[in-house]
């Protein structure tokens, strides 16, 4: 959502993001106003917890198919949140008065302030639409409407929906929204100063990988060296970023061919690679495909397995879901990616179709002449 953020500053407008404390230092960081409303995400997976316990939940999990999967995860995590947030939104929103309120799919704190004061409101994607939202949406606004804040779906429905995703990445549409305006991802931006390490000069090979299992679900040492142990039965660099919960040294650092580092801006490393091992998060996915890199994809949950599959069913990817993450497997899997042209192939049709998408500042004038 940055992009679209920025592009709103550079036309001239007032902007604020609002999040959880947790992340007041990153927005801060990336030059944007912030503030804090709602839980932190640890927070939220608390609560989310001791609700799913508390009913019963946790037992049975595992058994549910993926649709009561995903409603039980909705009503107790995104529900429960989005309750919490508004709360907290509805005070800011009274006194700041936005003439317009932008927010991602599962967060419905936002909408349900803004309408309970009259003010539109738009729905920004992160990326291809997930299976059983036109189910999961009401069980949402249930939890807002029970704690006597507005539901906000039927409106969110009604409004716009920015989409991020080209064409061949969400061939099912973007149902229940009918008025939808197409955003271009990005990879995101260099920071300022920023430049790739001097130990990347000293690499050995000509190929490539960027390995990351981005920041939310990146705490899994087995995986990263499973990976590893894949991507050394190839000729190829491995340039890893592990996030803050892991010690590269501790899965893989010192290996021949391996640059380790806890993180790098992926909009640094991506232009000097030739494929990406990831969890398949949105924003590693869209920045691999804005550069129409092919991908290996290991999703680990949240909304992954949703993208991992949109990027396979595009042809640009190979999946390995959890239980098959081994070194065989991912050797096997780099293969394809690394050596089946049709992949590649697929991959620059999706990033062609990113690059025809409107930038932000378009999609931006076309969202306010809908306000």
């Known amino acids: 959502m940055i992009p679209l953020a920025r592009a709103a ?4 407008h007032q902007v604020l993001v609002a999040s959880g404390s947790d992340l007041i230092g990153l927005i801060d960081r990336h ?25 019963g939940l946790t037992e049975s999990f595992g058994r549910m198919d993926p649709q009561m999967q ?33 927010h991602d799919t599962l967060e419905l704190g936002g909408p349900s302030a ?33 704690a006597g804040l507005p539901d906000p779906i039927p409106g969110v429905f009604a409004s716009t929906y920015l989409d991020l995703c080209p064409a061949g990445l969400q061939p099912g549409g973007t149902d229940p929204w009918t008025d939808v305006i197409a955003v271009r991802p990005s990879a ?3 920071p300022v100063g920023e430049s790739l390490p001097t130990a990347f000069q000293d ?15 990146n705490e899994q040492p087995e995986v990263f060296r499973a990976v590893l142990d894949g991507c050394a039965r190839h000729a190829v660099n491995v340039v890893m970023t592990t996030g803050p919960g892991v010690d590269p040294a501790t899965v893989g650092g010192d290996r021949s061919g391996v640059l380790a580092l806890r993180y790098l801006s992926q909009a640094l490393v991506l232009p000097h690679c030739t494929a990406v091992v990831s969890h398949c998060g949105a924003g590693t996915m869209f920045g691999a495909l804005s550069f129409g890199l092919p991908q290996l994809c290991l999703p ?6 949703f993208n991992a599959l949109a990027v396979a069913g595009a042809g640009a990817g190979v999946v390995l879901n959890p239980d098959q993450v081994t070194a065989d497997a991912v050797a096997d899997g780099l293969d394809r990616v690394l050596g089946d042209p049709a992949v590649r192939s697929a991959a620059r049709r ?7 998408m409107p930038d932000p500042s378009e999609a931006l004038r076309a969202l306010l002449e809908r306000i």
């Open 9 to 12: 500053v550079r036309d001239g």
């Open 31 to 55: 030059g944007l106003p912030a503030h804090a409303a709602g839980p932190t995400l640890a927070e939220s997976y608390r609560a989310a917890a001791e609700a799913n316990r508390a009913a």
């Open 70 to 102: 995903a409603m039980a995860s909705a009503r107790n995590l995104f529900g429960a949140s989005a309750v919490r947030r508004a709360r907290d939104l509805v005070p800011l929103i009274d006194q700041w008065r936005p003439d317009l309120v932008v």
């Open 114 to 146: 803004a309408q309970r004061a009259g003010i539109p409101h738009a729905t920004h994607s992160y990326g291809p639409l997930v299976p059983f939202t036109g189910i999961i949406a009401p069980v949402l606004g249930a939890a807002l409407a029970e």
């Open 188 to 190: 995101g931006d260099v």
């Open 203 to 217: 690499l050995p090979h000509p190929t490539t990988v960027y390995l990351t299992l981005g920041t939310v679900t």
């Open 300 to 305: 680990q949950g949240t909304d992954q397995p």
């Open 350 to 356: 999706l990033q062609a179709q990113i690059a025809a």
